[in-house]
């Protein structure tokens, strides 16, 4: 008995994938209008340099006011991955949900 190749490609394309996926996925989304996007988000802008000593008040406060800007920058920075990442596995479910409906039209005809 021959199968056909629609049923055969997506079976392929699906191997992995859950056989039932009745779940809805609700949240954000990284699709755009070109395919998938990399990530849009800005690493600190740089490190604090430890001066080479601290022999004046106003260097260590100029070096905890950079240490809490980049503590700031870097916290903002992993918090919009954080979501990226979040973004992306919604996609993934998304495409999964799509791919177990065509399975499921094939398999009932």
Known sequence: MKFP???????LLTVGFPIFSFGLVIGGSNFGIFGY???????????PYK????NYQWEIDQYNSEVEIYNRELQEFLDCIDEYV???KNDIERIREKA???????NSQ
């Not at 190749?5 to 079976?11: G, K, S």
């Open 5 to 11: 190749r629609v049923l055969i490609a997506v079976a």
């Open 37 to 47: 996007p990399s990530h849009e988000c800005n690493p600190p802008y740089s490190k």
């Open 51 to 54: 001066p080479f000593s601290f």
């Open 86 to 88: 979040n973004n992306a």
């Open 100 to 106: 177990n409906e065509a399975i499921n039209e094939a």
